[in-house]
């Protein structure tokens, strides 16, 4: 691998601007190396809000997380923004001596990350059975996970508005559009984010991108949006993980899953508590596994909408939608296929001869049999070391240590939503 090594990489400057009906934040970046220093601008916008020190601090945090990410590849230290309070920093310590644990397994880069590690204390469990939501954002991408996380908030009767962040910079990643379309259609008033920030991962090596912290700083931004526009709870779509974390330098490492994890969750909702925003966030989602989250679009409205791909393309009407080919459109595709439905884009040629790649991301051996199982009652049949046997918890609400019930309320509502599913469409 060829590394890309700074000399350093320093905040500039940090402002905003409004119009008329915007609010947008900047950042200016210099990266500095021997053959060139550059300054790089990053930038979000929102409809127009005002802005106070708490949104400040989140905007300030979300670009220390992007300054961070540069850090395994920068000789010199990273420096914190200034004034930024000291649970933001800590709480960006911790997710980067998480990470760094992804990185120097991948790496290789021996830096000393002593003065960074942080062990963030995570929202006492007992208070996190909070079932008074008056206001929820869901964190939007228009895939089957936020999908049915709207579905649930809306049909269970919260007043819900959902947040999508649309990044239109160099490397364009914009997904959901059919979806926002829909939500405005039907009144329900969706928040548009655009952002070009996810363009400063372009910097760091290809290999690097999936292994970054994009995540983290992405959920700082439709935090920004929750709290000007007064939510106190934020839903995300995260499904049934079956890592099993282990202890290393005084952390949970959770692989690349770390951002989607409960754990992670209740350390975001205990770190805006610190700093006086009593936003929660959570998925309601996570007992449950992906064949069962798409089971149980596929009967909502929102399913004609869902966009599950890698690198959507434009469709006739400029709304961008799925390729059809990517290895995610393959795995959907399959999936959407074994519980029974025919969609217009599935074909199972797409993945015959590349099946691994539709398995690789499912979350245990148990889903991945399911898939085999249901796919072969159909009579498709493929080059595949996978058995095909049939489990029926896939298609139940599995709860462990790692996968609490999060709000009895919500979670009866979702148990009784997954005892609907009907059984002729699995066997
Ligand atoms: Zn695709």
């Known amino acids: 691998m060829k590394e890309t090594i700074f000399d350093n990489v320093i905040l500039k400057d940090v402002w905003f601007t409004h119009t008329e009906d915007t609010t947008r934040f900047y950042t200016s970046i210099e990266v ?54 000291d649970y933001s920093i800590l709480f960006c310590n911790d997710l980067y001596s998480h990470n760094y644990q992804i990185w120097n397994k991948i790496f290789g880069r021996n830096i000393d990350i002593s003065e960074y590690i942080s062990n963030y204390p995570e929202f ?45 910079g160099k490397s364009k990643r914009r997904e959901g559009q059919r979806m926002s379309e829909y939500l405005k259609q039907v009144g329900d008033n969706p928040v548009v984010i655009t952002s070009n920030l996810i363009d400063f991962l372009c910097l760091l090596p290809s290999q690097y991108g999936k292994h970054s912290m994009y995540l983290s700083p992405t959920i700082m931004l439709l935090l920004m949006q929750c709290y000007c526009s007064k939510k106190d709870t934020l839903l995300v779509g995260n499904e049934y993980d079956n890592t099993c974390p ?80 990517c290895s995610k459109c393959k795995r959907i595709a399959a999936i959407i296929q074994s519980i029974g439905i025919n969609t217009y ?15 690789n991301s499912l979350n245990g051996t148990d889903e991945a049999e399911t898939l085999v199982y249901l796919l072969n009652q159909q009579g498709i ?18 709860i462990d240590d790692m996968h609490p019930r999060i709000c009895p309320l919500l979670s009866n509502y979702v148990i009784s939503m997954v005892q609907t599913i009907p059984l002729n469409r699995m066997k």
């Open 381 to 398: 049949y493929f080059d595949t070391s996978i058995e095909s046997t049939y489990h029926k918890n896939v298609f139940q609400y599995n």
């Open 124 to 168: 006492d469990p007992k208070k996190y059975n909070i079932e008074n939501y008056s206001k929820v954002a869901v964190a939007m991408s228009g895939g089957k996970e936020s999908s049915l996380a709207y579905h649930i908030s809306v049909s269970y009767g919260l007043n819900t508005s959902g947040i999508f962040i649309d990044y239109i």
């Open 32 to 85: 500095m190396s021997n053959t060139m220093n550059q300054t790089y601008i990053g930038y979000a916008t929102f409809p127009k809000m005002t802005i106070d020190n708490k949104i400040w601090e989140l905007w300030l945090t979300c670009v220390y997380l992007h300054l961070l990410n540069f850090q395994p590849f920068t000789n010199s230290k990273i420096l914190p923004p200034n004034g930024l309070n």
């Open 246 to 325: 282990k202890l290393e330098n005084g952390t949970s490492y959770f692989g690349d899953n770390y951002e989607q994890s409960t754990v992670f969750e209740r350390k975001l909702t205990q770190y805006l508590h610190d700093i006086g925003i009593d936003i929660q966030v959570f998925s309601p989602l996570y007992n449950l596994t992906e064949t069962c989250i798409q089971s149980l679009l596929v009967d909502t409205s929102y399913f004609n909408y869902q966009e599950s791909c890698l690198v959507p393309i434009k469709d006739n009407s400029n709304n961008y939608v799925s390729c059809g080919n």
């Open 345 to 359: 884009y599935f074909d199972p040629a797409i993945f015959k001869n590349s099946s691994e790649s539709i398995f």
